[in-house]
Every structure is written in C-alpha cells, then in structure tokens.
Nanobody, 123 residues
Framework: VQLQASGGGLVQAGGSLRLSCTSS????????MGWFRQAPGKEREFVAA????????LYEDSVKGRFTVSRDRAEFAVYLQMNSLKPEDTAVYYC?????????????????WGQGTQVTVSS
C-alpha cells in the first residue's frame, strides 16, 4: 500500500491549504486514516483522524475549529482542510493508515505512512 500526500506549500498566517492523501490500493476505504505532523526538532504529533466510513473524526486540541478532516470514498482519498493557519502549524504533514476499528491518535497504531508534504506558514 502506498500513500501519497500532497497539497502542502507556503502560505501567510491566516491563510488556508487543503492537503490530500490518496492511495492506489482499492482497500483504502477499509481503513481509518490519520494526519500527523512533525516540526523541525520536535516529535511527530497527531493532528486529526477519520474512520473508514467518514463519519467519526478526532482532532488535536490546537487545530479544533480550524482544521477539518474528510474523505471521499469514490476517489479513495482523505483530505485535511486547514484554515486560519498559524506559524506554529509549520511542519511536514503525513497521512497514515491504521488497522484499528476505531479512530486513534497514537502514531504507533498506524502501520502505513505517506511520504509527507511540507506546510510552511509565514508570519
């Protein structure tokens, strides 16, 4: 299974970006998916997750109300809409797949990871 994350870039504070995560595997829709990020010198941290049906979601506290995770089962894709971006959101963002039946925030519970996409928010 290969996961492809895209959509990162450079944006000013207060701006928006939409990240996409796609897979060539047709089993993509069978799994809950998560978004993580890693800033320079920091550990990878959980951002958001969505269940396989696109019904249940989970967010890290600092992004609640600003980020929205969604998925399009027909397109085998998961998205992360990021609004009101802040400089502290600057990081490499990764999408990942978990075999867990429920959505989880622990990185160790995700078994496949995309290559990451850089998000840079300037002040």
């Amino acid at each position: 299974v290969q996961l492809q994350a895209s959509g990162g870039g450079l944006v000013q504070a207060g701006g928006s970006l939409r990240l996409s995560c796609t897979s060539s595997g047709r089993t993509f829709n069978s799994y809950s998916m998560g978004w993580f990020r890693q800033a320079p010198g920091k550990e990878r941290e959980f951002v958001a997750a969505i269940d396989k049906n696109g019904v249940s979601t989970l967010y890290e506290d600092s992004v609640k109300g600003r980020f929205t995770v969604s998925r399009d089962r027909a397109e085998f894709a998961v998205y992360l809409q990021m609004n009101s971006l802040k400089p502290e959101d600057t990081a490499v963002y990764y999408c990942a797949r978990t075999r867990r039946a429920t959505i989880v925030r622990e990185a160790k519970l995700y078994d496949h990871w995309g290559q990451g996409t850089q998000v840079t928010v300037s002040s």
